[in-house]
Each structure stands twice: as structure tokens, then as C-alpha cells.
């Protein structure tokens, strides 16, 4: 049976490109990382890597073999965790994946409040530009908890975290900037303009795409970003109206802010692979407690009512 160690080396390997910045890295003996890489291929009846002149490359076997290898070194560092979190450990780290357009909206103020509470549980983030790529991290065991969209047939935990707006941002000279406090824009209405819209490899692309669609018409593009509060900049200066989470317009924007009539809304939830340990289910807890899927400042200048937690 394949050891820890081997499969360490394997995704070592892998990563590095060569056996000998991986034994670099590990800070091993090239011999020795051999000879356990050696060891693992006749434990799986055959080669897992070509090696070329220049750097390595996987073959089908070890293609199939290595999200398995990666999936479980992770859960074994959060087997480890798990036990020191049970032992009464107040230290360790909340491995955390959301897409960008999450991290840089909703979870900010959470993680600050969590750093209050928990000074020593260190958060590693990590960031997706999609609900696919989140979902295939997940599967691949990169972290304890993702906070987004919920995966079609998940079959793990998940917790319904809240129903998030998105809005439609213009300049402040725009037109539509003059329609006043609680101003609301079909989307219909701006099918002949040219968008502030996002890279093909964004989720927010596809997002986009799905809600114009749905008023009838294929948004045109005037320049594309991958960050929605690069959108959000990108709008504010003229270049076209943009659609981006309510979360993403920062306090005191000076630019207009509608809602779309109909609204467009995603569900976040927060899930896992397997039930939650308590320090995932208390960052739970918290986000679900305090996360401003709308912010007060955004609903209040679209007469709507804040949220008052």
C-alpha cells in the first residue's frame, strides 16, 4: 500500500517539475526520493511518470493517481488538526475556499471577526475564479469548508448561508445615474449598450451571460476583467454598466447603483466533503451570523431595508 511519505514525493515531483528540485524542496537526498518514487511505482504495477530531458511528465496512471494523492495528504493534515482542535488546542489553521468575488465581498468582515475570536487558528484562503473550479478543489480535499454556490448533487455537508443581490453599477453621469434613491433598471433596457464584462474563464462571465439571457439579448463586451471590483472601476469611469455582487460596491461610492427588475440573486452556501469539525462549524456560525450579503450602505441607497445583525 502507498505510504504518506510516497505520495508526498509524487505531488513534490510533480509540482517542482524534476526529482531534484523536488528533493530541494523536501530537503531529502535525491537517491532517497528515488528509490521511495520507485517503490510506489511497483506498488501500482507501473510507471507514473515519463521522464524527459528536460522535467517530467505524467502518465495516464499517475494523471489518475495524483488528485487522490493531493486529496489525501490534505486530509491527513486535517486529521491532524482535528486532533489537536480535540485536544484542546487553540492553535493550527481553517483551510477556507470561495471564489473572488466572495473573499474580497462577504468574508472580510468574518475573518476579521474570527482573528478576534480565534487569535491562534491561523485561515489559509483559497481563491477560485468559478463555482466548477471551487467545487473541484473541494472534491480534491484542497480545504475544510467552501463558501459559494452549492455544487449540483453534492453529496457532503452544506449549510444555506443566505440569498446574495447583484446590482448594476454605471457612472455617475450616466443616464440612469438620474432615476433616484431606489432606481431600478430592466436589463432589457440595456441591451444595446456595450458592458463592462469578465474574462471567458470567470464565473461572473458565465453569470453575466445567464441574466442577459435571460432578458433576451447576448451582452457586448467593452472590456473584460477577471475581478468584480475591477468591474466596479471599470463601470465608475464609463467604459459600461457591469453587474456584480452587492457586496462588491465599496462605502462611499459616489457612481450609480440600481437593482436589476427582476432581481438577480445567487444562493451561498458554506460546505464540506465530510461532516464539519466544531472549528468549521463555528466559522459557520459566525459567517452566517455576520455576513453581509448585502450591505447596509448599498441598501439603503436602493430603499431597501438593512440588514440589521
Known amino acids: 500500500m502507498a505510504t ?13 517539475g524534476s526529482f531534484t528540485r523536488a528533493a530541494e524542496r523536501l530537503n531529502v537526498t535525491q537517491p532517497g526520493l528515488s528509490h521511495q518514487f520507485q517503490a510506489l511505482e511497483r506498488e501500482v ?9 528536460r522535467g517530467v511528465r505524467l502518465t495516464s496512471a499517475g494523471r489518475s493517481m495524483l488528485p487522490h494523492a493531493r486529496a489525501a495528504l490534505a486530509e491527513a493534515g486535517r486529521a491532524t488538526l482535528s486532533a489537536r482542535r480535540a485536544a484542546g488546542v487553540s492553535t493550527g489553521e481553517l483551510h477556507l475556499a470561495t471564489l473572488y468575488s466572495v473573499s474580497a465581498g462577504v468574508l472580510p468582515a ?12 491561523r485561515v489559509r484562503l483559497f481563491e477560485y475564479r468559478s463555482s466548477d473550479e471551487l467545487a473541484q ?9 467552501a463558501v459559494g454556490p452549492l455544487p449540483d448533487r453534492w453529496e457532503g455537508t452544506a449549510r444555506h448561508l443566505g440569498t446574495e443581490e447583484f446590482v448594476v453599477v454605471t457612472a455617475a453621469d450616466d443616464p440612469l445615474a438620474g432615476q433616484g434613491t431606489a432606481a431600478r433598471v430592466r436589463l432589457a433596457d440595456l441591451a444595446d449598450r456595450a458592458w463592462v464584462h469578465f474574462t471567458p474563464d470567470s464565473g461572473l462571465a458565465r ?3 445567464d441574466a442577459c439571457a435571460r432578458a433576451g439579448f447576448r451582452p457586448r463586451a467593452a472590456v473584460r476583467t477577471e475581478q468584480a471590483a475591477a468591474a466596479v472601476g471599470y463601470a465608475a469611469a464609463g467604459l459600461g454598466p457591469t453587474l456584480v455582487p452587492a457586496s462588491s460596491v465599496p462605502r462611499h461610492f459616489p457612481e450609480a447603483v440600481l437593482r436589476p427588475d427582476p432581481p438577480v440573486t445567487r444562493v451561498l452556501t458554506g460546505y464540506t466533503r465530510t461532516s464539519p469539525d466544531s472549528v468549521a462549524a463555528s466559522f459557520l456560525d459566525l459567517l452566517e451570523e455576520h455576513a453581509a ?6 441598501a439603503r441607497r436602493l430603499g431597501l431595508r438593512p440588514r440589521t445583525s
Do not use: N, S
Not at 504495477?45 to 530531458?53: C, I, S
Not at 450579503?293 to 448599498?298: A, I, N, Q, T
Open 45 to 53: 504495477g507501473g510507471p507514473l511518470l515519463e521522464r524527459l530531458p
Open 293 to 298: 450579503l448585502m450591505p447596509r450602505h448599498v
Open 110 to 121: 468574518v475573518l476579521g471577526r474570527w482573528r478576534k475570536r480565534h487569535p491562534g487558528v
Open 137 to 145: 478543489g473541494m472534491v480534491a480535499g484542497v480545504a475544510d469548508l
Open 207 to 209: 453569470f453575466l451571460d
Open 4 to 16: 504518506l511519505r510516497q505520495l508526498e514525493y509524487l505531488v513534490a515531483i510533480v509540482d517542482a
